[in-house]
C-alpha cells in the first residue's frame, strides 16, 4: 500500500509500497523510528484513513472500494481500536460490565462468552468500577476484552504499553498472547522491547518503507512487488554511489559493490 499526504510544502510520502500480511491468531510488532510511518500504517488497517494506492483486504473486505457511508459498519464489525492512553480507551461513567456489554451490542454479538472473558483477564472483582477505580494496567485490559467482543478480523494498538508500569505491562501481554489464541490478529506499534520479545512477527519500517520483517528470530529482507529490496542502514552504507552488482547464481542471488 502507498500512503501520500499532500502539505503546503509539498507531497509527503507517508508509506511507500507496505506488502505485509497478517495472520488471525499472530502478534505483529511494528516498529521504527518516529516518522517511519506507523501511525500511517495503523490508520489504515484500522479503516481511520484510506491508502492512496493500493489493496487493504481486512477479513475478506477491501477496505479502499468501501462506500464511506459504509465504512463505519465495516470498522465496527471488523476493527478493535487500542489507543496508547488507557483513559481514552473508556467512557468515565460507565463500568467495566457496562463497556463490554455497549462493545457486544455494537458489534450485534450474542453468542455471550463476556463472563469468560472478564474471568481470563483477571477483571472479575472489578466488573462493577467505574475507570477512575481501575489502575492503568486494568483499564487496558478492559479495553483489549472490549475491542475482542465479538471475534473482529484485527486489533489494532497504539503504544499499549508506554504509560504502564512493568508489572503492569507484562500483565497486558500476557493477556494480548491469551487473546489472540482465540484467532485475532493483534497488530502492535511499540517501542517497548518486551512486545517484540512477545510478538510472533516483527515488522521494521524505515522512511514509510518495510524494512525487514522477522520471524522466528530470523530478520527477513523484503522483496516488493516491482522487485526492490530494502536494505538495512549497516548495508546501505557500504554502497555509496546507491549502485550494486546483482550475480544471480543456483544458491541465489549476490549483491557488491561495483
Do not use: C
Not at 90 to 95: E, K, V
Not at 182 to 190: D, H
Amino acid at each position: 500500500m502507498i500512503k501520500i499526504y499532500w502539505a503546503d510544502t509539498g507531497e509527503v510520502h507517508a508509506l511507500k509500497g507496505i506488502d505485509a500480511v497478517f495472520q488471525p491468531g499472530a502478534v505483529t510488532a511494528i516498529v521504527g523510528p518516529s516518522g517511519s510511518g506507523k501511525s500511517s500504517l495503523l490508520r489504515i488497517l484500522a479503516g481511520l484513513d484510506r491508502a492512496t494506492a493500493g489493496s487493504v483486504v481486512l477479513g475478506g473486505t477491501e477496505l479502499n472500494t468501501v462506500p464511506q457511508r459504509r465504512l463505519h459498519g465495516v470498522r465496527r464489525r471488523l476493527v478493535g481500536y487500542v489507543h496508547q492512553r488507557p483513559s481514552d480507551n473508556l467512557i468515565p461513567y460507565l463500568t467495566v460490565d457496562a463497556h463490554l456489554e455497549l462493545a457486544a451490542r455494537r458489534r450485534r454479538w450474542r453468542d455471550g462468552g463476556i463472563d469468560e472473558l472478564v474471568d481470563g483477564l483477571g477483571l472479575h472483582t472489578r466488573r462493577g468500577h467505574l475507570p477512575t477505580q481501575l489502575s492503568g494496567g486494568e483499564q487496558q485490559r478492559v479495553a483489549f476484552a472490549q475491542a475482542v467482543i465479538g471475534n473482529p478480523a484485527i486489533v489494532v494498538a497504539d503504544e499499549p504499553t508506554a504509560e504502564l508500569d512493568s508489572r503492569s505491562a507484562h500483565q497486558l501481554l500476557e493477556n494480548v498472547r491469551r487473546l489472540a489464541d482465540t484467532g485475532v490478529a493483534f497488530v502492535v506499534s511499540t517501542h517497548d522491547p518486551k512486545v517484540v520479545a512477545r510478538a510472533d512477527v516483527t515488522l521494521l519500517l524505515r522512511h514509510g518503507a518495510l524494512e525487514s520483517e522477522t520471524v522466528a528470530s530470523r530478520a527477513l529482507s523484503v522483496v516488493d512487488a516491482a522487485g526492490r529490496i530494502q536494505l538495512p542502514p549497516d548495508a546501505l552504507r557500504l554502497f555509496p554511489s546507491r549502485r550494486a552488482l546483482l550475480e544471480i547464481r543456483d544458491d541465489g542471488v549476490w549483491i557488491s559493490r561495483p
